[in-house]
C-alpha cells in the first residue's frame, strides 16, 4: 500500500486548506484512514480518522468543529478540509491507513504512512 499526501502550502491565519492523500495497492475500502501532523520539535500528534466503514469520523479536540475528514472511494482518496487556520496548525501532516481492528485513533496500529505534506500558516 502507497500513500501519497498533497495539498500542503503557506496560507495566513483564518484561510482554509484542503488535503488529500491517494492510497493506492490494495482495496481502499478495506482501510482505516486518519491524518496526523507533526509540528517542529514536537511528537507526531492524531488529527482526524475515518473508519473504513465510512461513518463516524474521530477528530482531535484541536480539530474538532474545524477540520473535516472525508473520503471519495472512486478516486481512492481520503481528504482532510482544514478550515480557521491558526499558526499552531502549523506541522506537516501525514496520512496513514491501517486495516487491522485497533483503535483509529492510535498510532502505533497504523501500518502504512504517506511522505507528508507541509501546513505553514502566517499571522
Known amino acids: 500500500v502507497q500513500l501519497q499526501a498533497s495539498g500542503g502550502g503557506l496560507v495566513q491565519a483564518g484561510d482554509s486548506l484542503r488535503l488529500s492523500c491517494v492510497v493506492s495497492?490494495?482495496?481502499?475500502?478495506?482501510?482505516?484512514t486518519a491524518w496526523y501532523r507533526q509540528a517542529p520539535a514536537k511528537e507526531r500528534e492524531f488529527v482526524a480518522a475515518?473508519?473504513?466503514?465510512?461513518?463516524?469520523?474521530l477528530y482531535s479536540g484541536s480539530a474538532r468543529g474545524r477540520f473535516t475528514i472525508s473520503r471519495d472511494k472512486a478516486k481512492d482518496t481520503v481528504y482532510l478540509q482544514m478550515n480557521s487556520l491558526k499558526l499552531e496548525d502549523t506541522a506537516v501532516y501525514y496520512c496513514?491507513?491501517?486495516?487491522?481492528?485497533?483503535?483509529?485513533?492510535?498510532?502505533?496500529?497504523?501500518?502504512?504512512w504517506g511522505q507528508g505534506t507541509l501546513v505553514t500558516v502566517s499571522s
Open positions: 475515518m473508519p473504513w466503514r465510512g461513518d463516524r469520523p
Open positions: 496513514a491507513a491501517k486495516s487491522n481492528a485497533g483503535d483509529i485513533d492510535k498510532m502505533p496500529n497504523y501500518d502504512y
Open positions: 495497492g490494495r482495496t481502499f475500502s478495506a482501510y482505516d
